[in-house]
């Protein structure tokens, strides 16, 4: 890319909470020539997005036939990418899902933490963390081998918080530079010196993904974009709708599981595995939240809603979950997860939100659970599938997050429109299994 242009974008909070998108529009945004790109994304935004097309979107034919007629217009990445909307893939900034914040020696904020206690962790020997942020560990004390920057380091007790814990005594660090098997650097330093204390090391929510992606992450759109290995060569060719890759068939990498490291394989080899309806699983574990040809993935305590096909949980609560002709995309995820763009009126729905999304749903809930919300786009909810009020042929709408003492619930769509092909349409809510650990903040 040296010596090529690109355009970095200056973004705009959403303003609006109605039902739908809520998108800030592109033209909001400013836009700076960049005459030697250092990010990918610059050079991209260029073409796809506000400043490529401005009000005339061109119209995406990897959508003809599958999910439209003639295809739809295509979407503004740089509205959808924003990292001021309910959520986004990591582009321009770090995910909106951090469970755990590193906040080091501040005072009490009573902020409750997502720290899921079936995470693994490491907590041989003691650690001391200077002022400068400089960590040693003693006792005996030594870095997992597969260690990241941006695992979490819990100071004080060898057992984190979880929700509800207030931000005092102990505390939460970020590893950001690692020197050797027992010297790294965190963030933030704390303002007094640690000395011997009891501590736990873990990948947190990284525990999830497919190393060396995690909640520090930052996304390159190639990493998502691209030919795959039977195709022309080239980021505009693919022989892949969407230009999306397909799943890699064998991913080996390191994994510490509380007690050693190991070396750990995900196989795709199932049905529909092996292709692009199963891509996301190059980013986030199949070993955790399972698909068509493993129902009870060993790993799914890992995630804060269980995808498996125990009593209650996703799967044997909605078995179609695991099958992608539900969702005319192809990609299985997108039932319930990161597609839908509109405003639940028939016609409206475009796709793009797997991008990053804004979306609310209509204020019609079936059920008063306290968890209820219209904030739909959160942890990316902007399903194809979801119902989102009367406009879609179900009269209620919305999704209603678990807790550990609470199941989620939510409805599906009455009838089918160019992005979802399920039409189960349950008048009742469909419950679905409680959360492993309490967290839905920002």
């Given at each position: 890319?040296?010596?090529?242009?690109?355009?970095?974008?200056?973004?705009?909070?959403?303003?609006?909470?109605?039902?739908?998108?809520?998108?800030?529009?592109?033209?909001?945004?400013?836009?700076?020539?960049?005459?030697?790109?250092?990010?990918?994304?610059?050079?991209?935004?260029?073409?796809?997005?506000?400043?490529?097309?401005?009000?005339?979107?061109?119209?995406?034919?990897?959508?003809?036939?599958?999910?439209?007629?003639?295809?739809?217009?295509?979407?503004?990445?740089?509205?959808?990418?924003?990292?001021?909307?309910?959520?986004?893939?990591?582009?321009?900034?770090?995910?909106?899902?951090?469970?755990?914040?590193?906040?080091?020696?501040?005072?009490?904020?009573?902020?409750?933490?997502?720290?899921?206690?079936?995470?693994?962790?490491?907590?041989?020997?003691?650690?001391?963390?200077?002022?400068?942020?400089?960590?040693?560990?003693?006792?005996?004390?030594?870095?997992?081998?597969?260690?990241?920057p941006g695992w979490m380091v819990y100071v004080g007790s060898i057992n984190y918080p979880t929700a509800?814990?207030?931000?005092?005594?102990?505390?939460?660090?970020?590893?950001?530079?690692?020197?050797?098997?027992?010297?790294?650097?965190?963030?933030?330093?704390?303002?007094?010196?640690?000395?011997?204390?009891?501590?736990?090391?873990?990948?947190?929510?990284?525990?999830?993904?497919?190393?060396?992606?995690?909640?520090?992450?930052?996304?390159?759109?190639?990493?998502?974009?691209?030919?795959?290995?039977?195709?022309?060569?080239?980021?505009?060719?693919?022989?892949?709708?969407?230009?999306?890759?397909?799943?890699?068939?064998?991913?080996?990498?390191?994994?510490?599981?509380?007690?050693?490291?190991?070396?750990?394989?995900?196989?795709?080899?199932?049905?529909?595995?092996?292709?692009?309806?199963?891509?996301?699983?190059?980013?986030?574990?199949?070993?955790?939240?399972?698909?068509?040809?493993?129902?009870?993935?060993?790993?799914?305590?890992?995630?804060?809603?269980?995808?498996?096909?125990?009593?209650?949980?996703?799967?044997?609560?909605?078995?179609?979950?695991?099958?992608?002709?539900?969702?005319?995309?192809?990609?299985?995820?997108?039932?319930?997860?990161?597609?839908?763009?509109?405003?639940?009126?028939?016609?409206?729905?475009?796709?793009?939100?797997?991008?990053?999304?804004?979306?609310?749903?209509?204020?019609?809930?079936?059920?008063?659970?306290?968890?209820?919300?219209?904030?739909?786009?959160?942890?990316?909810?902007?399903?194809?599938?979801?119902?989102?009020?009367?406009?879609?042929?179900?009269?209620?709408?919305?999704?209603?997050?678990?807790?550990?003492?609470?199941?989620?619930?939510?409805?599906?769509?009455?009838?089918?429109?160019?992005?979802?092909?399920?039409?189960?349409?349950?008048?009742?809510?469909?419950?679905?299994?409680?959360?492993?650990?309490?967290?839905?903040?920002?």
């Open positions: 890319m040296k010596g090529v242009w690109g355009v970095s974008v200056g973004f705009q909070p959403p303003t609006t909470t109605n039902a739908g998108d809520n998108y800030r529009p592109g033209a909001d945004y400013s836009y700076t020539k960049v005459w030697d790109v250092q990010y990918e994304r610059d050079l991209c935004l260029k073409c796809h997005g506000y400043f490529g097309f401005l009000s005339s979107p061109p119209t995406n034919l990897s959508l003809a036939g599958t999910v439209a007629t003639t295809g739809m217009p295509a979407s503004d990445i740089a509205e959808e990418a924003n990292p001021n909307n309910l959520a986004h893939h990591a582009i321009y900034a770090r995910g909106k899902n951090q469970p755990i914040t590193a906040t080091g020696s501040t005072t009490a904020t009573g902020r409750p933490y997502g720290a899921n206690p079936n995470w693994p962790k490491y907590t041989t020997g003691s650690i001391s963390i200077s002022t400068a942020g400089t960590a040693t560990l003693s006792g005996g004390g030594s870095l997992p081998q597969n260690v990241l509800g814990s207030p931000d005092t005594p102990r505390f939460w660090f970020e590893i950001v530079e690692i020197y050797g098997s027992t010297s790294f650097k965190v963030t933030p330093a704390p303002s007094a010196a640690i000395s011997n204390q009891a501590y736990a090391i873990t990948a947190g929510l990284g525990n999830t993904f497919v190393p060396p992606y995690g909640p520090w992450s930052i996304l390159l759109c190639k990493d998502c974009h691209g030919s795959t290995l039977t195709d022309p060569l080239g980021p505009h060719a693919s022989i892949n709708k969407f230009m999306v890759k397909s799943v890699e068939p064998v991913i080996g990498y390191e994994f510490f599981d509380g007690t050693q490291v190991t070396i750990t394989t995900e196989v795709h080899t199932g049905a529909n595995e092996t292709t692009y309806n199963y891509f996301c699983y190059n980013c986030h574990r199949r070993s955790v939240y399972g698909g068509p040809s493993l129902n009870n993935p060993p790993a799914s305590i890992y995630a804060r809603v269980r995808h498996d096909n125990t009593t209650g949980h996703i799967y044997q609560a909605c078995p179609r979950t695991t099958t992608p002709t539900y969702v005319r995309t192809g990609i299985t995820c997108n039932m319930c997860h990161a597609i839908y763009r509109g405003d639940g009126s028939a016609g409206s729905e475009r796709v793009g939100g797997i991008h990053g999304t804004n979306f609310y749903s209509k204020p019609t809930q079936g059920t008063a659970r306290p968890t209820w919300t219209t904030r739909q786009g959160k942890r990316f909810l902007n399903g194809a599938s979801w119902a989102i009020g009367p406009n879609d042929g179900n009269a209620n709408g919305g999704v209603a997050r678990p807790t550990t003492t609470t199941s989620g619930g939510c409805y599906v769509r009455k009838t089918a429109d160019s992005l979802n092909n399920c039409t189960g349409g349950h008048t009742g809510e469909r419950a679905y299994g409680g959360a492993t650990y309490d967290y839905d903040n920002p």
